[in-house]
């Protein structure tokens, strides 16, 4: 489960932002749209949160930043990194522009909270920290720091730490992660940190980022996957009433739009799916090629496969502009079913931004679960709560933030809105 996420000088984010998945004490919805953390110092935390702001505020950096942070703890070990690939600083101050860039992130796995952390700068990993709290008072397992009179690192671990860490020491590379050096060679302390990056945790992100569409076709191939399939495309109000997946071999030029096309032992195979949808007068159903499907049935099919999978784990999905190719009421359908109990029993959790104001809703979402992102013309992107402004349970959310209540908009014609 995500806790927190913290950023400094990334992109447009200079000083400190953090994003906090942390309950308010707020009385509404707390049966559906929070859980129980079990965390000592820790009450409920949220299921969802939703970002606003204007084009070019810094909603996507914000999600690029833990993007980054979790492709370096993926790779860092196995690609040799060139650092200002990964840090970009913000650009418009020279000390930010020589400061190195920290990520942070508080998480827990089975019950145990961890605060993980790193900073680069263009020549090294400046810092390396992970802090484990079994008991609710925390215990630094190993921290790192690099000591310029010493032009080395002043290194610390902690007794609890099991293990060859001194020979995990000695083989991490200045522009690399501790952690992903020491999984790399067997550490089974580390391995579930380094797990729940990679299999927990999915930022949908810039170009080239999607969720993976295989996953609707390989659920389909199992016994029970049309019967999870077909309800989330109906409950979201697509009139579908079967689907099938098949593999075409591709030979020569690709004749035909396909789902996606996959590289096998065999060659490339087409992924094509097809919908059967009911008729007006009861006759004999008809079938449409996914390609005859709208773009927003496309979208939609194409990840019912990856978000049943998020719900079914208990898995973390980071998302930007959600609302691309989706009608307002599917994207509502979609965070409905975070926050059903039975749709999400493992307290998956949803962090996306949007422009959708129709989602401003006290009945869609409590007030510790909207978020601002607001920036001038060459300032710092600047990350903000709802609740900085109090806002009244009964509140008209949608009306007021696009009267300039709350801040993040655009600016027209020198008018916010």
């Known amino acids: 489960m995500l806790i927190e996420f913290s950023v ?53 950096n914000l999600l690029r930043a833990l993007q980054a942070m979790q492709q370096f703890v993926l790779t860092s070990a196995s690609t040799p990194a060139v650092l ?15 400061a190195p860039t920290v990520f942070e992130i508080t998480f827990a796995i089975e019950g145990v909270r961890h605060e993980y952390g790193f900073a680069l700068s263009e020549e090294r990993v400046e810092e390396e920290w992970l802090i484990e709290y079994v008991h609710a008072r925390g215990r630094t397992l190993f921290e790192r720091r690099f000591d310029p009179s010493l032009d080395d690192y002043d290194w610390r671990f902690s007794d609890f730490l099991k293990g060859q860490k001194m020979v995990w020491k000695d083989l991490t590379r200045a522009n690399a992660l501790y952690i992903s ?58 009139d579908i009433a079967d689907v099938a997946v098949r593999r075409d071999p591709v030979v020569g030029l690709l004749t035909s739009p396909a789902m996606m096309l996959e590289q096998g032992p065999g060659g490339t195979v087409a992924l094509r799916a097809s919908f059967t949808h009911p008729t007006l007068d009861g006759s004999a159903p008809v079938a449409l090629d996914f390609a005859d499907e709208s773009s927003g049935t496309q979208v939609l099919f194409q990840a019912a496969g990856a978000w049943l999978k998020v ?18 009421l599917i994207i509502r359908y979609l965070v409905e079913q975070f926050h059903s109990p ?75 809105g």
Do not use: C
């Open 181 to 238: 050096t020491a999984v790399q060679l067997n550490a089974k302390q580390l391995t579930p940190i380094f797990a729940w990056f990679q299999q927990k945790l999915s930022v949908i992100a810039g170009p080239g980022t999607h969720l993976n569409p295989t996953l609707t076709a390989s659920l389909l191939e199992r016994p029970d996957g049309k019967a999870k399939i077909l309800p989330f495309l109906r409950e979201a109000d697509l």
């Open 8 to 60: 400094t000088n990334f992109r447009s984010f200079r000083d400190r932002q953090t994003l906090s998945m942390v309950a308010g004490r707020l009385s509404e919805h707390q049966d559906t749209h929070t859980f129980d953390s079990g965390l000592a110092g820790f009450d409920r935390l949220l299921l969802t949160s939703a970002v606003y702001g204007p084009n070019a505020a810094g909603k996507t």
């Open 311 to 328: 719900l079914d784990e208990g898995e973390v999905i980071l998302f930007d502009e959600l609302e691309n190719s989706l009608h307002p």
């Open 84 to 98: 200002r690939d990964w840090r970009m600083p913000f650009r418009f101050d020279a000390a930010s522009a020589a």
């Open 342 to 416: 039975a749709a999400n029993p493992r307290h998956a959790q949803l962090v996306f931004t949007t422009h959708n104001t129709s989602l401003l809703e006290m009945d869609i979402f409590r007030r510790d679960q909207v978020w601002f992102v607001e920036r001038g013309q060459g300032s710092p992107s600047r990350l903000y709560p709802l609740t900085e402004f109090a806002p009244r349970q009964e509140e008209k959310l949608e009306r007021n933030y696009l009267r300039g209540r709350y801040g993040a908009l655009p600016i027209v014609d020198g008018v916010p």
